[in-house]
């Protein structure tokens, strides 16, 4: 009878345990699979927090208008950070590609030391796009003077001239067709000159 007993008891315990066991395991606190979540109703920096991270509240002209406030300041960093908020509201947006693409190339020419960022090349997307979206013509000239820098002068030379063929704007008119003659100027000038002269010195004997 004890025998029976015992051998009941044994088979009871491997019956139960694991499943015991796998019970407790699931029933154990995970802090890091159900920690809480910071309230916000009712905590002004929390609200103000999660607002500034999914845009609530701020429209395409507010952050046109930060960003101009930053470049007055020549405070770049901050500008593009503006003008990339407004770009993702209105990725249509010439004046806003404009702009972004203006302030990657000045902050660009600024040459910090220890910078790798291909500025011109991220000015030159945001160009190209505004170009794209309504043939928009600061853009296009503002390319040209680029490129010129870049010495990529065919290409300029085609962005100005298409300037001066399209635009109703007298300025507009004007610089482009500055910048056509300096631009002349410079592709017709001798590149690496001392690479091209000959050393006459070996024909003297």
């Known amino acids: ?68 406030k930053y470049l007055k300041r ?10 990339r908020k407004a770009v993702k509201l209105r990725p249509a947006s010439e004046e806003a590609r404009f702009l972004l693409g203006w302030t990657y190339e000045t902050r660009g020419l600024e040459g910090l030391p220890g910078d790798y960022t291909n500025w011109d090349k ?30 990529r002068y065919e290409e300029a030379r085609k962005n100005l001239e298409h300037i001066l063929l399209i635009t109703n704007s007298a300025t507009l ?9 300096a631009l002349f100027h410079q592709d017709v000038r001798p590149r690496g000159i001392s690479n091209e002269v000959t050393d006459w010195s070996r024909y003297e004997k």
Not at 74 to 83: C, G, P, R, V
């Open 1 to 68: 009878m004890k025998r029976q007993n015992f051998i009941l008891f044994v088979l009871l315990l491997t019956i139960f345990l694991p499943t015991s066991r796998a019970y407790l395991a699931s029933s154990m606190k995970k802090p890091y699979m159900e920690g809480s979540i910071a309230p916000v109703d009712g905590r002004n920096s929390e609200v103000n927090f999660y607002s500034f991270l999914n845009n609530s509240g701020r429209e395409y002209e507010s952050w046109i208008r930060d960003g101009r």
């Open 173 to 181: 008119k004007k610089k482009a067709s500055a910048e056509l003659q």
């Open 74 to 83: 020549k405070e770049y960093e901050q500008a593009i950070w503006a003008f």
């Open 122 to 151: 991220l000015a030159e997307n945001e160009y190209v796009m505004a170009i794209e979206i309504a043939d928009h013509l600061p853009s296009r000239f503002n390319l040209a003077i680029l490129q010129r820098r870049l010495e």
